[in-house]
């Protein structure tokens, strides 16, 4: 066989698996969009149900739940946001079927079972983190942002004249719808995405990157890193930071506790397929 022939039959399968690639991608992204048309239909009820955290406090207040458009093309910015969201919430399992579809057959049957998993693991744990901040954290934050509103009051008699029983000043909400769902968004991809951190670190130690011995000694530099990320991903207010930050730190040490788990099955597997037996021998002597 000569030279080139060598390289033809090398460069075959690499073709072979791009052209594939491409297969999924195009499946991905037609599934994507077909998830943008349909929640591009039903904007405005998606909308609606976005806004319930703000509507509950504002209704505890007293106040009308109303968002307003600051400018001619918001409404429509709004909802092409609220599609692509929505849309790669509805494409995601069949995405996630196109990954795997594509990586399978490259992985023995023992990795496929270690693998899958956290593949299925991976949408739930976002959707949880999702929940979470959108049913706890929200109403929370925007409790907090609203505390600073001030409503007019009949000012007090500190002169004679006209200057009794004038108004106090009002300073009232009236939120851009856009920036509403920005923030909303914001709170959601954040805590759905740290809430990937024990699944990405599980996996990370399944293939041994990672160990929980080694996780537990960076601890206090896992702490500064959270903080940091709080800061980060929230706005500025305590209340928020405080509640990722405690999620987040939960999150890193249940992360150590299903490494350690790893580690102990495999540890049980290796000494039953004889691996230890030396060990333990020198151990004995």
């Given at each position: 066989?000569?030279?080139?022939?060598?390289?033809?039959?090398?460069?075959?399968?690499?073709?072979?698996?791009?052209?594939?690639?491409?297969?999924?991608?195009?499946?991905?992204?037609?599934?994507?969009?077909?998830?943008?048309?349909?929640?591009?239909?039903?904007?405005?009820?998606?909308?609606?149900?976005?806004?319930?955290?703000?509507?509950?406090?504002?209704?505890?207040?007293?106040?009308?739940?109303?968002?307003?458009?600051?400018?001619?093309?918001?409404?429509?910015?709004?909802?092409?946001?609220?599609?692509?969201?929505?849309?790669?919430?509805?494409?995601?399992?069949?995405?996630?079927?196109?990954?795997?579809?594509?990586?399978?057959?490259?992985?023995?049957?023992?990795?496929?079972?270690?693998?899958?998993?956290?593949?299925?693991?991976?949408?739930?744990?976002?959707?949880?983190?999702?929940?979470?901040?959108?049913?706890?954290?929200?109403?929370?934050?925007?409790?907090?942002?609203?505390?600073?509103?001030?409503?007019?009051?009949?000012?007090?008699?500190?002169?004679?004249?006209?200057?009794?029983?004038?108004?106090?000043?009002?300073?009232?909400?009236?939120?851009?719808?856009?920036?509403?769902?920005?923030?909303?968004?914001?709170?959601?991809?954040?805590?759905?995405?740290?809430?990937?951190?024990?699944?990405?670190?599980?996996?990370?130690?399944?293939?041994?990157?990672?160990?929980?011995?080694?996780?537990?000694?960076?601890?206090?530099?896992?702490?500064?890193?959270?903080?940091?990320?709080?800061?980060?991903?929230?706005?500025?207010?305590?209340?928020?930071?405080?509640?990722?930050?405690?999620?987040?730190?939960?999150?890193y040490e249940i992360s150590i506790l299903l490494v350690a788990r790893v580690e102990r099955?495999?540890?049980?597997?290796?000494?039953?397929?004889?691996?230890?037996?030396?060990?333990?021998?020198?151990?004995?002597?």
């Amino acid at each position: 066989m000569s030279q080139t022939d060598e390289i033809d039959d090398s460069t075959a399968p690499l073709i072979e698996h791009l052209a594939e690639l491409r297969s999924r991608l195009i499946h991905s992204v037609v599934a994507f969009l077909v998830g943008m048309v349909i929640c591009f239909t039903v904007a405005t009820p998606l909308f609606n149900f976005l806004t319930h955290p703000l509507c509950q406090v504002l209704e505890e207040g007293g106040q009308d739940c109303a968002l307003i458009f600051i400018s001619p093309q918001e409404g429509f910015f709004v909802a092409i946001k609220i599609s692509l969201l929505g849309g790669f919430v509805l494409a995601f399992p069949y995405i996630g079927l196109q990954m795997w579809r594509f990586v399978a057959p490259g992985l023995y049957q023992n990795e496929k079972g270690a693998f899958l998993p956290f593949l299925v693991a991976s949408p739930f744990m976002f959707l949880l983190g999702a929940s979470f901040a959108f049913y706890v954290v929200t109403p929370l934050a925007y409790d907090f942002f609203l505390g600073f509103q001030q409503f007019g009051t009949t000012g007090e008699a500190v002169a004679s004249g006209p200057a009794q029983n004038q108004p106090g000043l009002s300073v009232v909400f009236q939120g851009s719808a856009q920036e509403y769902l920005n923030l909303t968004i914001k709170f959601i991809v954040a805590f759905g995405l740290c809430f990937q951190l024990p699944v990405l670190l599980t996996l990370m130690g399944k293939a041994g990157l990672v160990s929980s011995e080694g996780l537990g000694s960076v601890r206090k530099y896992a702490v500064v890193a959270i903080l940091v990320l709080a800061a980060l991903v929230t706005p500025p207010d305590v209340i928020t930071q405080v509640i990722l930050f405690v999620v987040v730190y939960g999150l890193y040490e249940i992360s150590i506790l299903l490494v350690a788990r790893v580690e102990r099955k495999r540890d049980e597997k290796l000494r039953e397929e004889g691996y230890f037996e030396d060990e333990d021998d020198g151990a004995d002597h």
